[in-house]
């Protein structure tokens, strides 16, 4: 007999699954990282240092976003009192973003990097090459496509059920996701620009947009196995998401004050770092 409270949190099972796979390659992958610093001839040939840490980042990036999208799925219809909006939309897009992902990484492993680039049109449009942001830009078209459709999903699922401040702060989370990853299309030609708009994407998603969704997840948990009232457990996460947003964006500033910005980056970026939850 079934434990969910809704049959359409059933969808968040692939993901947390898949979730689980791409973590296990993560680590396998660090472990073959560490072997190569201490043995450095170590599957060269096969798997090069480059590769094995291009890798090893992009499967971080990748289990953890559908591990986020699994979440939603699970605690949204939950927490807003109604079946999600499309579970078939959520398997559609589940396959379509598995699929994207493990062909990238094959491409990486069996097709040298620049053949690859030329294969994926980065010519045309070149968004690659960028620390954590190498994925081919059809890789990262997929990744938009994927996140609208999965907005769209959980968005209509929120809008006709009960809003709670933990599905507002999801939503604003995951739209979040969505809207700083659309910096990593930008590659201009000077470094310094180059720089400014990677952190974009790299610091406002992991001390940003991520804390958000972190934290209406674990108001969810603590609420489910703690019986603490609702309304103390929302106060503290609009406490802690305050915290994140100020320290997170202005934090940026010690990694802006490098990239000939303005001297006062440092002190605002060193001031609001060190208060960073």
Same mark, same amino acid.
């Given at each position: 007999?079934?434990?969910?409270? +809704?049959?359409?949190?059933?969808?968040?099972?692939?993901?947390?699954?898949?979730?689980?796979?791409?973590?296990?390659?993560?680590?396998?992958?660090?472990?073959?990282?560490?072997?190569?610093?201490?043995?450095?001839? +170590?599957?060269?040939?096969?798997?090069?240092? %480059?590769?094995?840490?291009?890798?090893?980042?992009?499967?971080?990036?990748?289990?953890?976003?559908?591990?986020?999208?699994?979440?939603?799925?699970?605690?949204?219809?939950?927490?807003?009192?109604?079946?999600?909006?499309?579970?078939?939309?959520?398997?559609?897009?589940?396959?379509?973003?598995?699929?994207? &992902?493990?062909?990238?990484?094959?491409?990486?492993?069996?097709?040298?990097?620049?053949?690859?680039?030329?294969?994926?049109? %980065?010519?045309?449009?070149?968004?690659?090459?960028?620390? +954590?942001?190498?994925?081919?830009?059809?890789?990262?078209?997929?990744?938009?496509?994927?996140?609208?459709?999965?907005?769209?999903?959980?968005?209509?699922?929120?809008?006709?059920?009960?809003?709670?401040?933990? %599905?507002?702060?999801?939503?604003?989370?995951?739209?979040?996701?969505?809207?700083?990853?659309?910096?990593?299309?930008? %590659?201009?030609?000077?470094?310094?620009?180059?720089?400014?708009?990677?952190?974009?994407?790299?610091?406002?998603?992991?001390?940003?947009?991520?804390?958000?969704?972190?934290?209406?997840?674990?108001?969810?948990?603590?609420?489910?196995?703690?019986?603490?009232?609702?309304?103390?457990?929302?106060?503290?996460?609009?406490?802690?998401?305050?915290?994140?947003?100020?320290?997170?964006?202005?934090?940026? &500033?010690?990694?802006?004050?490098?990239?000939?910005?303005?001297?006062?980056?440092?002190?605002?970026?060193?001031?609001?770092?060190?208060?960073?939850?």
């Amino acid at each position: 007999m079934s434990t969910l409270k +809704f049959q359409s949190q059933s969808v968040a099972t692939p993901y947390f699954i898949f979730a689980l796979i791409l973590f296990t390659g993560q680590i396998i992958f660090g472990l073959v990282m560490g072997l190569q610093y201490v043995v450095g001839d +170590f599957l060269a040939g096969a798997i090069p240092f %480059n590769v094995a840490r291009m890798v090893h980042t992009n499967l971080l990036i990748v289990w953890l976003l559908f591990g986020f999208m699994g979440a939603a799925y699970f605690l949204v219809p939950e927490e807003s009192e109604t079946e999600l909006y499309s579970p078939k939309l959520a398997i559609l897009l589940f396959w379509v973003f598995a699929a994207a &992902g493990t062909l990238t990484i094959l491409g990486y492993l069996l097709v040298p990097y620049s053949t690859l680039a030329q294969i994926t049109g %980065n010519e045309y449009f070149p968004t690659m090459g960028r620390e +954590f942001l190498e994925q081919p830009t059809i890789t990262k078209i997929g990744i938009v496509i994927v996140c609208l459709g999965f907005l769209f999903n959980i968005g209509m699922t929120i809008l006709r059920g009960r809003k709670t401040v933990i %599905n507002m702060v999801l939503i604003t989370g995951l739209i979040g996701l969505a809207v700083f990853f659309l910096f990593s299309f930008y %590659n201009p030609e000077n470094i310094a620009m180059d720089k400014l708009f990677w952190w974009f994407v790299v610091h406002l998603w992991v001390e940003g947009v991520w804390e958000l969704i972190m934290g209406a997840i674990l108001a969810f948990i603590l609420i489910k196995i703690t019986g603490v009232d609702r309304e103390i457990i929302e106060k503290w996460l609009y406490v802690i998401i305050a915290m994140a947003l100020i320290s997170g964006l202005l934090g940026t &500033g010690h990694h802006f004050f490098w990239l000939a910005t303005p001297g006062y980056w440092q002190w605002v970026g060193s001031v609001f770092s060190a208060l960073e939850p």
